[in-house]
C-alpha cells in the first residue's frame, strides 16, 4: 500500500501517531463520562445520615429486601420453633450489598411458654424497608402465619374467659393457644375489675395483633365473681362471647386454700376458715374460697347483661378428662375450625392432667407449670361432706340455668 506524500515524511508520521493517540484518548474520556453519567442517573438516591443506615449501597433497594426476605424465611423454615433474640449481625453481605448496621430478631412473650412473635427490626428509617413478622407456635413447632408488619391491628377482645378461679382457665387458654386463629394476652389484664379507670386504649394496647379472621382473648377469672364486670364488658360489646370454666366447688375451693397456703403457710387451717361456727356447722360464705363456688348466684348477675348462648360451660372435670371434647365445643362456639383435637394431647400421671404434646424440635413436651397440680392437703372428711350439703342446691339451680349436669354431687 503506498502512503500519501505528506505521510511519507517521518516528522509527518510522528505528528500524526500523537494526534491519533490523543483522539482515541479523548472518545475514551467521552465515552467513560457518557457512561458515568447514565449510572448516576439511574442510582438511587443516597441514604441521608438522618437515616441512620449508612454503609448501605445498593443499586436497587427492592432487589435488597426481597433477598433479605428470602434469606429470613429459609431461617424460619429450617427452625420454626427457635427464639432468636438479639441476633446482631455487623456488615452483613446481601447479594452483594453491603449493610454495616445491626438488625435484630425479638421475641414477644405471650406468656407462660405461649405462642411467640418474632420480628425483623433494622435501626433508623424502618420506613424505607420492609419488616416481616411470624407467629412461632412453641407447642407445635407450626411456623404460623406470616405477614408485614402493620398488618396486624390491636383489637378489643371478642372473647373472654372470665372464670372461675382454680377451675382450669390457665389450662383452657394454654389450649385454645394452639388455634392459629386465636391470639390471646398471656398475664391476666384484670381491666374489668382493678383496671377500668385506665380506659379502654389502654386496655386495647395490652392485646396481641390479629390478623382479618382471628379472634382475640383473654382471661381473668376473678370477672366472673366481680359484680360490676358484666355491665363493663356489655358496654365494651354487647356481641362479647364469654366463658366460664367450672369445676367442683368442693375441690375448688381446697384448690383455692391450697394456693394461698403454698403462698403463706401461718394461715389457719381449711376447716377453721371454712365455719362460722363449727360447732353449729354454719358455712362462712364470706370466706372467698366458698363465696366463688356459689355458681347460681354469680351467673344470675351475668344474665342481666348476656343471653344464655353468649355464655359457655366448660367443665374444668372434662378438660382433665377429655381435653379434646371439651375443647371442641369451645371451638364451635367460638365459629372456629375444629383445629385442636385428640392428636395434641398426652396424659402426664405425674403432674395428673393432659398435656400438649412436644413441639417439633423439642425433646419436650408442653405442660403447665410446677404451680399446677399441687397436692392437696388432708381435709376432714366430715368438713368436706358439710361443704357438699351445702352446695347441693345451689349446684342443682347451676345445673337448671345452664341445662348441663357436671355430675358434682353423684
Given amino acids: ?86 441476633a446482631d449481625r455487623q456488615a452483613t453481605r446481601y447479594g452483594g450489598a453491603m449493610f454495616a448496621g445491626s438488625e435484630s430478631l425479638r421475641e414477644e412473650h405471650g406468656g407462660d411458654d405461649g405462642a411467640l412473635r418474632v420480628e425483623l427490626s433494622l435501626p433508623g428509617s424502618v420506613s424505607n424497608l420492609d419488616i416481616l413478622t411470624r407467629d412461632v407456635d412453641m ?16 383489637k378489643l377482645p371478642q372473647a373472654i374467659i372470665i372464670g372461675v378461679k382454680k377451675g382450669g382457665t390457665r389450662a383452657l387458654l394454654e389450649f385454645l393457644r394452639v388455634h392459629p386463629d386465636i391470639r390471646a394476652v398471656g398475664a391476666e389484664p384484670h381491666f374489668f375489675d382493678r383496671n377500668y379507670d385506665n380506659g379502654l386504649e389502654w386496655y386495647r394496647d395490652l392485646m396481641p395483633k390479629t390478623l382479618e379472621g382471628q379472634i382475640t382473648m383473654e382471661k381473668t377469672p376473678s370477672y366472673f365473681v366481680t359484680r360490676e364486670a358484666p355491665a363493663r364488658i356489655s358496654a365494651m360489646s354487647r356481641d362479647t362471647k364469654v366463658i366460664v370454666v367450672v369445676r367442683d366447688p368442693v375441690t375448688r375451693a381446697i384448690s383455692d386454700y391450697t394456693q394461698t397456703l403454698s403462698k403463706k403457710p401461718d394461715i389457719p387451717s381449711f376447716e377453721s376458715l371454712t365455719f362460722k361456727n363449727r360447732t353449729t356447722g354454719l358455712i362462712d360464705t364470706s370466706w372467698s374460697a366458698i ?47 375444629r383445629i385442636i383435637t385428640d392428636k395434641h394431647f398426652y396424659f402426664n400421671q405425674t403432674k395428673g392432667f393432659p398435656c400438649l404434646k412436644k413441639a417439633e424440635g423439642s425433646s419436650k413436651p408442653h405442660c403447665l407449670g410446677k404451680t399446677k397440680g399441687r397436692v392437696h392437703p388432708n381435709i376432714d372428711p366430715e368438713v368436706v361432706q358439710r361443704l357438699r350439703d351445702f352446695y347441693r342446691p345451689f349446684n342443682m339451680k347451676f345445673y337448671q340455668m345452664t341445662g348441663r349436669i357436671f355430675g358434682w354431687d353423684d
Fill in 1 to 86: 500500500m503506498a502512503f500519501s506524500p505528506v505521510l511519507a515524511d517521518p516528522l509527518s508520521r510522528s505528528i500524526f501517531k500523537k494526534f491519533a493517540v490523543m483522539l482515541c484518548s479523548l472518545l475514551t474520556t467521552l465515552y467513560f463520562l457518557h457512561s458515568l453519567t447514565d449510572r448516576c442517573s439511574t442510582m438511587p438516591s443516597p441514604v441521608r445520615a438522618s437515616d441512620q443506615v449508612a454503609g448501605l449501597f445498593a443499586s436497587d433497594l427492592h432487589d435488597l429486601r426481597s433477598v433479605r426476605r428470602k434469606r429470613l424465611l429459609q431461617k424460619w423454615i429450617s427452625k420454626p420453633g427457635a427464639i432468636y433474640r438479639q
Fill in 291 to 337: 363465696q366463688i363456688g356459689i355458681y347460681a348466684k354469680h351467673l344470675d348477675n351475668w344474665l342481666q347483661y348476656f343471653p344464655m348462648e353468649q355464655i359457655l360451660f366448660v367443665s374444668g372435670e372434662r378438660l382433665i378428662s377429655d381435653p379434646a371434647g371439651e375443647l371442641g365445643r369451645v371451638q364451635d362456639f367460638l365459629g372456629l375450625k
Fill in 139 to 154: 407447642r407445635t413447632g407450626s411456623p404460623g402465619k406470616l405477614s408485614p408488619l402493620g398488618e396486624g391491628t390491636k
